[in-house]
């Protein structure tokens, strides 16, 4: 498994990621699932109290910020700005092997 994209797309209407990866496998990755999955300190604590995360339905991605040569920060339209998403993480979503 290649943990390394090649090409990452945001859709038009910003509400899917999607990722090319260097094995070729394409991958299609939601806007809330990306906002589900966050690693960040509010979204792991609401993991551990056992409460989901609160998203709007409407939740989009409105930000794609390298993060070195290793992973991407997420921007997400209710204001979220901190998670950083490692590829090798990425692709453990993408393939639905991350929980």
């Not at 993060?67 to 453990?92: C, E, K, M, Q, T």
Request: glycine share 8%; proline share 7%.
């Amino acid at each position: 498994m290649a943990a390394t994209p090649r090409e990452i797309r945001l859709t038009e209407e910003r509400r899917r990621l999607d990722v090319i990866w260097e094995d070729g496998t394409a991958s299609r990755l939601t806007a809330a699932t990306l906002r589900a999955h966050s690693r960040s300190a509010e979204t792991v604590r609401a993991g551990i109290d056992g409460l989901p995360p609160a998203l709007p339905h409407d939740i989009a991605i409105t930000g794609v910020v390298p993060v070195g040569a290793y992973a991407v920060n997420l921007v997400f339209s209710d204001g979220h700005d901190r998670g950083i998403f490692p590829w090798p993480y990425l692709r453990a979503l993408a393939d639905g092997a991350a929980a």
